[in-house]
């Protein structure tokens, strides 16, 4: 399991990075994002805080945090293909786009086909 911690308080941040010393990993390379914000769209993302949907509550100690941060992975992350690298994500982006427009296009064809003009 490898973890990026990305937080706005710099208190919680360094908590967090401390007690997972060991699973820190970029966020190029983590499995998810743990976060005090929706930090990120291309991984999951663990909240962290007494705010609405968090994953960990506030207080916490480094057996909670654990804990938690593996039932997470199990519940977001080990059963899934994996979030796609940037350069895949821009791709089913332009793909999403694509079927859009050609579906769009179609349906302005059909209706002015059904529509006799």
Same mark, same amino acid.
């Given at each position: 399991?490898?973890?990026?911690?990305?937080?706005?308080?710099?208190?919680?941040?360094?908590?967090?990075?401390?007690?997972?010393?060991?699973?820190? +990993?970029?966020?190029?390379?983590?499995? $998810?994002?743990?976060?005090?914000?929706?930090?990120?769209?291309?991984?999951?993302?663990?909240?962290?805080?007494?705010?609405?949907?968090?994953?960990?509550?506030?207080?916490?100690?480094?057996?909670?945090?654990?804990?938690?941060?593996?039932? $997470?992975?199990?519940?977001?992350?080990?059963?899934?293909?994996?979030?796609?690298?940037?350069?895949?994500?821009?791709? $089913?982006?332009?793909?999403?786009?694509?079927?859009?427009?050609?579906? +769009?296009? $179609?349906?302005?064809?059909?209706?002015?086909?059904?529509?006799?003009?």
């Amino acid at each position: 399991m490898k973890i990026a911690v990305v937080c706005e308080s710099e208190l919680l941040q360094k908590s967090l990075e401390m007690y997972l010393k060991t699973m820190l +990993a970029p966020i190029e390379e983590c499995d $998810f994002v743990l976060s005090d914000y929706q930090a990120c769209d291309m991984k999951p993302v663990c909240l962290v805080g007494n705010i609405s949907g968090s994953h960990i509550k506030n207080p916490f100690t480094q057996e909670s945090l654990l804990a938690d941060c593996k039932i $997470f992975y199990a519940n977001y992350c080990q059963d899934k293909l994996g979030a796609l690298s940037p350069k895949d994500s821009k791709i $089913f982006i332009q793909i999403d786009a694509l079927i859009e427009e050609t579906l +769009a296009d $179609f349906r302005h064809k059909l209706y002015a086909l059904l529509s006799g003009k």
